[in-house]
Structures are given as C-alpha cells and as structure tokens.
Nanobody
Framework: QVKLIESGGGLAQTGGSLRLSCTDT????????VAWFRQAPGKERECIAA????????RYADSVKGRFTISRDNAKNTVSLQMNSLKPEDTAIYYC???????????????????WGQGTQVTVSS
C-alpha cells in the first residue's frame, strides 16, 4: 500500500514554472498508475494529468494540455508534474493519486484512484 507525499508547490508568477513531485514512502509507486488532481476554492476536484505505471499511456485535461507534462522515474520512485506558462487559474491544491488497476482509456476520475496524498498548494500571482 502506497503512502503518497507531494512536494514542490509554492508561489509563482503568471508565465512562470513549478515542478511538483510525488513519491511514496513504501517505495512501491513503480507498480501504480498515477494521476495529478487539483482543487481550487469552491470548485470540484479536477484530474489534470495521468500516467500508467510503465509510462505507456498519458492523458491530460484540456485546461493544461501543452503547458503541463507528467512523467515518472520508477528508479527514483517519483512521478513529476512540470508546470509551465502558469496562469492565475492554475491556483489550487494539487494532489497525486495512485491505483494499481485503472481502466483504459486511462481514467481521470477521482473514483478510479484509491490512494491519495495530502496535497501541496500552488499559487499563481497575476
């Protein structure tokens, strides 16, 4: 069972970049499909990117396509989210989520993932 920890959040200016990381204390993350979600105040949780355990399948929400890149390094037990060209509307708490079995096409709904981190705040100033 994974225990997920996110890091890398913080404050960025519009047009800037941040890189989020998700790791797992049990070192079992290479066996899990992983997704990044975000939730802004007063809004529903949104899946913005997902990746299969072997990196063979990637999916992005339209809201971040072309700006954000999800990747993983299984040797380092880490899944990353590179966020470029940040906008104020990217301000949210960002969560990584994982599950061993996710239906294809790669699911981007919260119910598809059983394990969640505590989240990291990303704030983009205008």
């Amino acid at each position: 069972q994974v225990k997920l920890i996110e890091s890398g959040g913080g404050l960025a200016q519009t047009g800037g970049s941040l890189r989020l990381s998700c790791t797992d204390t049990s070192r079992d993350l290479p066996h899990y499909n992983v997704a990044w979600f975000r939730q802004a105040p007063g809004k529903e949780r949104e899946c913005i990117a997902a990746i299969t355990w072997g990196s063979g399948h990637l999916r992005y929400a339209d809201s971040v396509k072309g700006r954000f890149t999800i990747s993983r390094d299984n040797a380092k037990n880490t899944v990353s989210l590179q966020m470029n060209s940040l906008k104020p509307e990217d301000t949210a708490i960002y969560y990584c989520a994982a599950d061993r079995e996710v239906e294809m096409p790669l699911q981007m709904t919260a119910t598809a993932y059983d394990y969640w981190g505590q989240g990291t705040q990303v704030t983009v100033s205008s």
